[in-house]
């Protein structure tokens, strides 16, 4: 059964704890900047799309970007790196690079001009279609091109590190280099590779990856050291992070606080070799694999997700707490589906302790549904049987989770299309058995149709000790156009009415631009986490591909009825 998953994992806090310190939010709408499935024949396929990238500007000012192409028809794993430059940064929709390339394809020369930058190539001990997540970086007058690739079949996202130099950054001049003892291969590792430079700290780079687990091949955030890039590279393999979602790690240093992006989940640390705590989840949506880039003292965030996306972000000084609360929200693009999603515990227990587990249901939902939870304590999972409602009643099941635990794994079995969209929640029990309450919008992701408005529901998740206040606003990003209605708007509740939603309205006016803006909307309370909705306006004024085909095939057809009727001075 084919499945299309988008989740998110939404790390909250619960107070314990609490700290100023510098967070990193968005700052405006994003733009695309490259397309999902470039043109890469003669190995095009229905379904390959642009996934892992690198992003970097040449010594002519001229920015370019790499991606892995994955599920082509090129041979073995079916991955390829492609590329785009741009003159500018902030263009939409950069060209694909025009540079002469050849490469050997089972023992035959193949030579393009559509943007395929490299590919998986015997004489570097790599096999076939195995090459994603490349980072490109600068260092003493040189670019430097690491990525992942595999020496053998067992691992089809890669296994080792390699990488290419180039003088000036240009895409057709990077050639393959080897490490100090002339190996291809730099070192063994997982994949995702990131290079960060710690030497005026410690003297040394941190190439930062996605580590194996004894029973799992995405368990944590892993690194190797050097003192020099074509090593040797430590034989000891670094822990950095094992908490939340390990994939696509990237690290920003900011004054005394190391910060390391795991998706959009954001964790900061006094040192660059162990991060526990995560200070925000910057929620960009279905995005991943985050690079940042600085340009004329501007931040940008750049990701995929349909496509290669680039946002500005900046830096607020906010009260942070631990994260002891997730959230999990998605949506399944088939109707019936049967899989297994991890949740990530903001934080590994420092005791044996308990978690509610809930679950909302669309109103319309008329059907049971059952979820089946597993962790170390349960590993054979423990069946909850859920019954429809309409966001107001939920089923809680207690879940035991051992000490040292930080993730659980909960797989959802449903059988019709009103079983689409769901929502999970994880809350800690405190030690009297109480629940913290926390804000709970129905939707944080809305699509709004540009000229339309949709109800959004919010709610709070146990009754509060006496009656709160939520104060909802537009606080980032987004055109005029898409608005909250009655901004500020404040919702009471009292353990009376806490678990009914009362509706925000979001409005996206008709305007004349051709994009899709998005907005952010934050939800806030006393004592409570703030929670953001993320809305994005859908521009209707722009035709479906599809649409613009229909469009000129009428148009042509009109334009032979006119000359076949001699309207066109013809015969």
Aim: overall charge negative; some cysteine; hydrophobic content about 35%.
């Amino acid at each position: 059964m084919k499945l299309t998953i988008l989740s998110l994992l939404l790390l909250c806090c619960i107070p314990a704890y609490a700290r100023l310190m510098e967070v990193p939010v968005l700052q405006g709408d994003w733009w695309q900047i490259a397309e999902k499935a470039p043109d890469v024949s003669p190995y095009n396929s229905p379904t390959h799309n642009a996934c892992d990238f690198s992003i970097w500007q040449d010594d002519s000012n001229t920015w370019h970007l790499v991606a892995c192409i994955r599920g082509t028809t090129y041979p073995g794993a079916t991955r390829l790196f492609h590329s785009w430059e741009s003159p500018s940064l902030t263009n939409t929709m950069w060209e694909s690079s025009s540079f002469i390339n050849t490469f050997v394809t089972n023992g035959i020369p193949v030579t393009v001009t559509n943007g395929i930058f490299a590919v998986a190539q015997d004489s570097l001990n790599q096999w076939p279609g195995v090459m994603q997540a490349p980072h490109c970086f600068k260092e003493d007058g040189q670019f430097y091109f690491f990525y992942n690739a595999a020496y053998d079949w067992n691992s089809r996202k890669g296994n080792g590190a390699w990488y290419k130099i180039s003088p000036d950054g240009t895409t057709y001049s990077f050639t393959d280099y080897t490490n100090y003892l002339g190996n291809d291969m730099l070192f063994t590792m997982g994949r995702d590779v990131m290079v960060f430079d710690n030497r005026a700290v410690d003297g040394l780079w941190y190439a930062s990856y996605t580590g194996a687990g004894p029973d799992k091949p995405t368990d944590h955030v892993a690194a190797r050291t050097a003192t020099s890039l074509a090593g040797p590279w430590s034989t000891e393999v670094l822990s950095l992070s094992i908490y939340g979602n390990p994939e696509s790690p990237f690290i920003v240093k900011r004054g005394e606080w190391y910060y390391l992006w795991q998706q959009s989940q954001v964790r900061a640390s006094k040192t660059v070799t162990n991060f526990t705590d995560m200070v925000t989840d910057m929620a960009f949506g279905w995005k991943y694999a985050p690079e940042i880039v600085e340009l004329n003292g501007q931040e940008y965030i750049v990701t995929y997700g349909n496509g290669i996306h680039v946002s500005k972000f900046g830096w607020i000084t906010k009260e942070v707490t631990d994260a002891d609360l997730v959230k999990m929200q998605g949506n399944f693009d088939e109707p019936s589906f049967d899989s297994t999603n991890t949740v990530y515990l903001g934080k590994e227990l420092k005791s044996k302790t308990t978690v509610k587990f809930s679950r909302f249901l669309p109103a319309q939902e008329t059907s049971t549904q059952t979820v089946t939870v597993f962790n170390a304590s349960n590993p054979s999972g423990a069946p909850v049987t859920v019954i429809p409602g309409n966001f107001g009643e939920k089923n809680t099941e207690d879940i035991s989770i051992d000490y040292g635990e930080n993730r659980i794994e909960i797989q959802i079995t449903a059988e019709n299309d009103l079983q689409k969209t769901y929502v999970i929640f994880v809350n800690k029990q405190n030690s009297d058995s109480s629940y913290d309450s926390y804000i709970v919008p129905m939707n944080m992701y809305p699509n709004i149709q540009e000229g339309s408005q949709q109800n959004i529901g919010v709610r709070l998740s146990e009754p509060p000790d006496a009656a709160t206040t939520v104060t909802v606003s537009k606080v980032a990003g987004g055109s005029a156009a898409l608005l909250l209605v009655d901004d500020p708007n404040e919702l009471v509740f009292s353990s009376f009415n806490y678990d009914t939603p009362q509706n925000i309205t979001l409005r996206a006016d008709a305007d004349s631009d051709l994009t899709n803006s998005v907005a952010t909307f934050r939800c806030s309370a006393p004592g409570m986490t703030d929670k953001d909705i993320v809305a994005t306006e859908h521009d209707g004024t722009v035709p479906e591909p599809t649409m613009l085909w229909m469009i000129a095939l009428c148009a042509l057809l009109r334009w032979l009825d006119c000359w076949n009727a001699g309207l066109l001075g013809g015969n």
